[in-house]
C-alpha cells in the first residue's frame, strides 16, 4: 500500500546559495508529488526571496535552534521520518540522530539515511551512486547510510525536473513570444568575479553580440557587484558603454520561479553552480557556466566532463575554458557560433529528457529498497 512518507532533509549552507536552492526544490517537488517534508535549515534566510510563499506540505525548520528542544524531541517521537537526506555531507547533528535511532528503534519498518551528492558528469559518479556505506561511530553506529549521486546518465541519480516544468516553459514561451518588443538580444548573467567579464562586457558595449545589441539582466547580489566593479573602472575611460550596443538591467533577487522565467525568456543564459546550470539547461537556450571554483582546481576536470557529456560544439567549450579561468584567450562568439549553441541547447535538452527525473529515482530507490 503506497503511503505518504515523512522526509527529513538537511541542508547546511556553506556560502552562496546552490545548497539551499536545491535542497527547496526537492522538498517542494516531493511536496507537491504527495509526500511529506521537513526541511532542516542552519540560515534559512534566502527562502524569503527565493521561495517567498514556501510550499504545501514543506515544514522549513531551524537546525540551529530547535534542535536541543523538547518540541523537536516531541515532534519526531509523533513522527518519526521514513527517509532522512544529508544533503551534501552536511554532518547532521548528533543530537538529531541520537532522537532519529531511538525512534526508530521502536518502529522498525526500514528507514533510510541518504547522503545527496553535488551533480556531475564525471565517472565516479556512475560508480559511487547508490553505494551503501556503514555508519561507524556516533548514535547512529551500525545504521547504513546511501549515497545518492544526481547525474546525466541512467545509472545515476538522474537530474532535477519538476513534472510540470516543460508545460510552464512552452506557456511562458508563447506569451514573450507575443509580447516581444525590444530587438536586443536579451542575456541574463549570474556569475561569480570572472577576470573575463570587464572583457566581454567592453566588447557588447562596443559592438554587441553576434551583430545584435544586447540587454543584459544582472542578478542581485555578488554578480551585480562584479559588474559594478567593472563600470566603476570605465568611468575613468569614457566612451565604452554605448547604450546603443549595450543597456543594463539590475534585477532585484526574484524567485526561484522567476529566476526560471527569466532564463525561458532570455536568448542566452549565463549561469553558475549546479542548480542554475540544470535550469539553463532545461531552458533549452545556449547556456554558458561559471563552474563553482575549488581551490585544488577540482572544478576544471568537473566542467572538462560536463562540456564532454554535452557533446558541446568546439566554439562553446573553447568559450567556457576561457570564461572559467584567467580569460584570456576569451573570444566573442560570432553569429554562427550562436545559431550552433542553439541548435545544440536545444538537441541536449531534448536528450536529456528522454530519461525519467531525480525526484522519479529517489522514491523508487527508497520504495526498492524497503
Ligand atoms: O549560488 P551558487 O553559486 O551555489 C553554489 C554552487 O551550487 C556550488 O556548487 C556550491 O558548492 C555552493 O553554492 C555552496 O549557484 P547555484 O547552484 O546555481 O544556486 C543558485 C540558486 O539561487 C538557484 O537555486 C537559483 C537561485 N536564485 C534565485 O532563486 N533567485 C535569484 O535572483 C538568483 C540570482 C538565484
Known amino acids: 500500500m503506497n503511503r505518504r512518507r515523512q522526509w527529513d532533509i538537511f541542508c547546511k549552507v556553506i556560502d552562496n546559495f546552490g545548497d539551499i536552492g ?5 522538498s517542494a517537488d516531493l511536496a507537491a508529488r504527495g509526500e511529506r517534508v521537513r526541511l532542516w535549515v542552519d540560515d534559512a534566510s534566502a527562502l524569503s526571496w527565493m521561495a517567498p510563499t514556501g510550499a504545501e506540505g514543506v515544514e522549513v525548520l531551524s537546525w540551529a535552534q ?16 521514513d527517509v532522512l537526506i544529508e544533503a551534501f555531507g552536511c554532518d547532521i547533528p548528533p543530537e538529531f540522530l541520537a532522537l532519529w535511532v531511538v525512534q526508530l528503534e521502536f518502529n522498525k519498518p526500514a528507514r533510510y539515511w541518504l547522503n545527496l551528492e553535488y551533480l556531475s558528469a564525471e565517472s565516479y559518479v556512475e560508480r559511487c551512486h547508490a553505494m551503501p556505506s556503514l555508519v561507524s561511530h556516533g548514535p547512529a553506529a551500525g545504521w547504513t547510510k546511501w549515497f545518492f549521486y544526481p547525474g546525466f546518465t541512467a545509472q545515476t541519480g538522474g537530474l532535477q525536473r519538476e513534472p510540470g516544468l516543460l508545460k510552464s516553459m512552452a506557456d511562458v514561451e508563447a506569451e514573450v513570444e507575443q509580447h516581444r518588443v525590444s530587438s536586443r538580444l536579451q542575456v541574463s548573467l549570474f556569475c561569480y568575479e570572472p577576470p573575463a567579464l570587464d572583457a566581454l562586457l567592453s566588447e557588447w558595449s562596443l559592438h554587441g553580440l553576434a551583430g545584435q545589441p544586447v540587454e543584459l539582466q544582472v542578478t542581485a547580489g555578488r554578480t551585480a557587484q562584479a559588474v559594478k566593479a567593472v563600470l566603476s573602472q570605465w568611468k575613468t575611460a569614457p566612451g565604452k558603454a554605448d547604450p546603443k550596443q549595450l543597456t543594463i538591467t539590475w534585477l532585484p533577487w526574484l524567485s526561484q520561479t522567476e529566476f526560471d522565467h527569466l532564463l525561458w525568456r532570455c536568448d542566452l543564459n549565463f549561469v553558475r553552480g549546479e542548480d542554475s546550470v540544470l535550469r539553463a539547461l532545461w531552458a533549452g537556450k545556449p547556456l554558458v557556466w561559471s563552474i563553482y571554483p575549488q581551490d585544488d582546481g577540482a572544478h576544471l576536470p568537473k566542467l572538462e566532463a560536463f562540456l564532454q557529456q554535452l557533446d558541446a560544439p568546439a566554439s562553446l567549450k573553447t568559450f567556457h575554458r576561457a570564461w572559467n579561468t584567467s580569460g584570456e584567450k576569451l573570444m566573442a562568439p560570432s553569429a554562427s557560433d550562436l545559431v550552433d549553441w542553439r541548435q545544440h541547447a536545444e538537441s541536449a535538452r531534448q536528450a536529456l529528457l528522454g530519461q525519467d527525473d531525480m525526484t522519479s529515482r529517489l522514491l523508487q530507490f527508497v520504495a526498492k529498497n524497503r
Do not use: F, H, N, Y
Request: glycine share 4%.
Open 22 to 26: 536545491v535542497c527547496w526544490r526537492l
Open 66 to 81: 530547535s534542535i536541543e528542544s523538547t518540541s523537536v524531541a516531541a515532534l519526531l517521537a509523533k513522527q518519526p521520518g
